[in-house]
């Protein structure tokens, strides 16, 4: 009661409170992705269970980059992915996001770096759906046994398919991802959203 009235409670969905709740449970599934929001170099690990996710960027340029056909397990089945690993890597205007489906509907996760500014990563390791980009390699080697590859991910399975390259650059970067992991994650002037419906980086 207010002011000697009852307070009347508007129907439908309170967005502030949801958001809020959807925050907290998009972090915890993202692991420490609420820490790599300053300019700290931190570990991360961000991993949507059982759905992909989205980043983006104008450039990457990577050293000492391998890559080789594997398998990661989601909740409810194995995934063939794309394991890349790039010792270390500099990205510049990031944007990451994750839409996930709740009974309310579509909610996005959005993390981006400040207008400009650049991202370091070292032992950079991404489970790749698919990639998109103009690729530049340098000192590549194709075809090598996965097995054989200096590089920072998990030790590849023998026999499978593997690349090696000295340098890598990427423009126009975009990765559909199920997982991405790092020994430090180091982000200037970043920003982290949630809001509802589907809004993934383009």
């Keep these: 009661m207010v002011g000697g009235r009852h307070r009347t409670e508007r129907p439908g969905t309170d967005w502030r409170r949801f958001a809020l709740a959807g925050t907290v449970g998009l972090v915890l599934a993202g692991g420490t992705v609420a820490a790599t929001t300053a300019t700290a170099a931190v570990p991360v690990y961000f991993a949507v269970s059982g759905s992909t996710f989205t980043v983006t960027a104008d450039t990457l340029r990577g050293r000492n980059a391998v890559q080789y056909a594997s398998v990661t397990s989601g909740t409810d089945k ?5 394991v890349a690993s790039i010792a270390d890597a500099t990205l510049t205007n990031l944007c990451q996001s994750s839409v996930t489906r709740t009974p309310l509907g579509a909610v996005t996760l959005t993390i981006r770096t400040g207008e400009n500014r650049s991202v370091h990563a070292r032992d ?16 590549v080697r194709m ?23 000295r340098r890598l650059d990427i423009d ?8 991405v992991a790092a020994a430090t994650f180091e982000l200037a ?10 809004h993934p980086c383009a």
């Excluded at 950079?124 to 390699?137: A, K, N, P, S, T």
């Excluded at 002037?189 to 589907?198: E, L, T, Y």
């Design 189 to 198: 002037d970043a920003s982290m959203s949630i809001r509802p419906g589907a």
């Design 172 to 179: 126009d970067v975009k990765v559909r991802a199920w997982s």
């Design 124 to 139: 950079l390791v991404i489970d790749l759906q698919r990639l998109d980009g103009d690729l530049r390699f340098k000192e």
């Design 78 to 82: 194995k995934h063939p992915v794309a």
């Design 143 to 165: 075809g090598q046994d996965a097995s054989t590859l200096t590089g920072a991910g998990p030790r590849a399975r023998p026999g499978a398919y593997g690349q090696q390259a």
